[in-house]
């Protein structure tokens, strides 16, 4: 039997709204309660009770499942006759696949081009229609809108529907069951559209309002928190491709109400600090998460780190663990880095023999992680160099005893231009390369895409400069240099304007500018 449910307006809802609508949700024919595993290992570094609530468990390795699922189940007989519909490249697509294969209902599902093929096999598996179309979610959701009007579908929002929020709110549910403590607990959500924060919090501050809920964004896509700051929904121009789980330009208009009024404070991490918990959580549970779904326990240890909280209970949602293998390298690459046990630096040293023994016994007992090196017909040399760091803060106490012995010393822990590009190309410097101008571009990253990508540059201005390298992700990133004369700079904007790439001017890096020029 279909129960019949209130049709609500944003900002119509309030906390036993949600709680009333999680138990009586339809989650269970398709989902299961995850377990609560502790962390042994992180737990005894942060000084706190660590737990890890498993959404990464769900059959289709995501918490999507559950809103899927629950709003499908309380479809008329009418509207699953129809069938339903929805526009998504990741998470959500599997948990409509699997939702209308289990209740026997057509599902179409629209995803970018850029989608990685293990995604769309994975929803064919399962009997839905996938149409691919366009390069962006923006584009796949507008024919999603189309295909619904023309199909007659009724649309799976991602998040922003009562329903599907109240299914994601039973992990609240279970998690008042498996968390019986005494003192003070904290719950970290990891914040895409809203709809996981929305209905965990609207489910524990109905039932338990002295739990602490924070939220977590990556801090180059906090659409929440600007919203909250801002005291309304706010668009942002762009958003960071690495935790594409919870890439979302504008929040829901459910879950931004729901999310100001009953979320207590809020963290926002970089790609670095997601990386070293993606270690984190494999090293206390093999496991290896989504960027996504690591966010939560960076913005959990973040959190202790700036307040100091100590001998409290903590608990962080790890959300999904859809990572594509290719991802894999890029993390291992900067986890270190975002356990601040790394630094990575620009050295200028003698160019002479034994300049570089000379620098090694200048860093003492300090192993070296990544030493870059390219000989040039000069009396100075530029070493890109990564050096262990045997805790948090030694960085700049490296720094300044380098420097005191009379070396000039550029700190790029945190340049991403470095991390991603100038790391891989140390060596090749152009003094030929007059006029040279140097841009970071983004394109989607699908099969032809870096051709259309080399085909649009081509034009009056010669390349340069070029690198780009794969990183497993819906987006790929490329460093091009363009040799623009004087005189040329009205025409090359104009160039760029309507290139259809989004680009970034990196001509004042000092990576760049000490590496490859």
Same mark, same amino acid.
């Given at each position: 039997m279909v129960m019949q449910v209130r049709e609500f307006k944003p900002g119509e809802m309030d906390a036993m709204d949600?709680?009333?609508?999680?138990?009586?949700?339809?989650?269970?024919?398709?989902?299961?309660?995850?377990?609560?595993?502790?962390?042994?290992?992180?737990?005894?570094?942060?000084g706190n009770r660590v737990l890890l609530k498993r959404e990464d468990l769900q059959p289709i390795f995501s918490f999507k499942l559950r809103g899927a699922y629950n709003k499908m189940a309380q479809l008329t007989?009418?509207?699953?006759?129809?069938?339903?519909?929805?526009?998504?490249?990741?998470?959500?697509?599997?948990?409509?696949?699997?939702?209308a294969q289990k209740l026997g209902v057509r599902a179409v599902i629209v995803m970018p081009a850029t989608t990685p093929e293990i995604k769309v096999g994975a929803c064919r598996a399962r009997g839905a229609?996938?149409?691919?179309?366009?390069?962006?979610?923006?584009?796949?959701?507008?024919?999603?809108?189309?295909?619904?009007?023309?199909?007659?579908?009724?649309?799976?929002?991602?998040?922003?529907?009562?329903?599907?929020?109240?299914?994601?709110?039973?992990?609240a549910l279970e998690l008042l069951r498996q968390v019986e403590v005494d003192g003070p607990v904290t719950v970290f959500v990891p914040v895409g559209g809203g709809g996981l924060i929305a209905g965990v919090a609207g489910v524990l501050k109905a039932l338990r309002p002295d739990i602490r809920i924070v939220g977590v964004e990556p801090d180059d896509s906090d659409a929440m928190f600007q919203s909250v700051q801002a005291?309304?929904?706010?668009?942002?121009?762009?958003?960071?491709?690495?935790?594409?789980g919870v890439a979302v330009k504008q929040v829901g208009a459910f879950t931004f109400d729901l999310t100001r009024r009953y979320v207590d404070d809020w963290v926002r991490v970089n790609t670095d600090e997601v990386?070293?918990?993606?270690?984190?959580?494999?090293?206390?549970?093999?496991?290896?998460?989504?960027?996504?779904?690591?966010?939560?326990?960076?913005?959990?240890?973040?959190?202790v780190a700036e307040r100091g909280v100590r001998g409290e209970t903590l608990v962080g949602l790890t959300c999904g663990a859809n990572v594509n293998f290719d991802r894999l390298r890029h993390v291992a690459?900067?986890?270190?880095?975002?356990?601040?046990?790394?630094?990575?630096?620009?050295?200028?040293? %003698? &160019? !002479? *023999? $034994? +300049?570089?023994?000379?620098?090694?016994?200048?860093?003492?007992?300090?192993?070296?992680t990544e030493f870059n090196y390219r000989f040039a017909p000069r009396e100075e040399a530029q070493i890109?160099?990564?050096?262990?760091?045997?805790?948090?803060?030694?960085?700049?106490?490296?720094?300044?005893?380098?420097?005191?012995?009379?070396?000039?010393?550029?700190?790029?822990?945190?340049?991403?231009?470095?991390?991603?590009?100038?790391?891989?190309?140390?060596?090749g410097r152009a003094p030929e390369a007059t006029d040279e101008r140097v841009y970071s571009f983004t394109f %989607? &990253? !699908? *099969? $032809? +895409?870096?051709l259309e990508f080399l085909t649009h540059l081509h034009g009056r201005w010669n390349i340069s400069l070029f690198h780009y390298r794969n990183h497993g992700s819906a987006h790929g990133r490329v460093l091009a240099g363009l040799q623009v004369p004087a005189g040329d700079e009205a025409a090359f904007a104009a160039f760029l304007a309507g290139l259809g790439y989004p680009a970034v001017d990196m001509t004042a890096n000092p990576a760049y500018r000490l590496f490859l020029t």
């Open positions: 949600v709680l009333r609508l999680a138990l009586t949700s339809k989650v269970y024919g398709a989902a299961i309660e995850t377990p609560v595993s502790e962390t042994p290992s992180l737990s005894a570094r942060l007989a009418e509207e699953r006759a129809r069938g339903v519909i929805c526009a998504s490249a990741g998470n959500h697509a599997q948990g409509v696949a699997f939702a229609e996938v149409v691919l179309f366009g390069d962006s979610f923006s584009d796949a959701e507008a024919r999603a809108f189309e295909l619904q009007r023309e199909l007659g579908l009724t649309f799976v929002h991602p998040y922003d529907d009562p329903l599907v929020l109240a299914g994601q709110g039973t992990v005291g309304e929904r706010v668009r942002l121009d762009s958003v960071g491709i690495f935790v594409d990386c070293a918990a993606i270690k984190d959580v494999f090293d206390d549970t093999r496991a290896v998460m989504e960027p996504a779904g690591a966010l939560a326990v960076a913005g959990l240890k973040k959190y690459e900067r986890a270190e880095v975002g356990e601040q046990r790394e630094a990575i630096l620009a050295v200028t040293i %003698p &160019e !002479r *023999p $034994g +300049a570089y023994r000379e620098f090694m016994e200048a860093l003492g007992a300090r192993a070296i890109f160099v990564g050096v262990q760091l045997a805790r948090a803060g030694q960085r700049a106490e490296l720094v300044a005893g380098l420097v005191g012995l009379g070396y000039a010393v550029t700190d790029l822990t945190e340049d991403e231009l470095a991390k991603v590009h100038v790391r891989h190309m140390v060596g %989607p &990253e !699908r *099969p $032809g +895409a870096l």
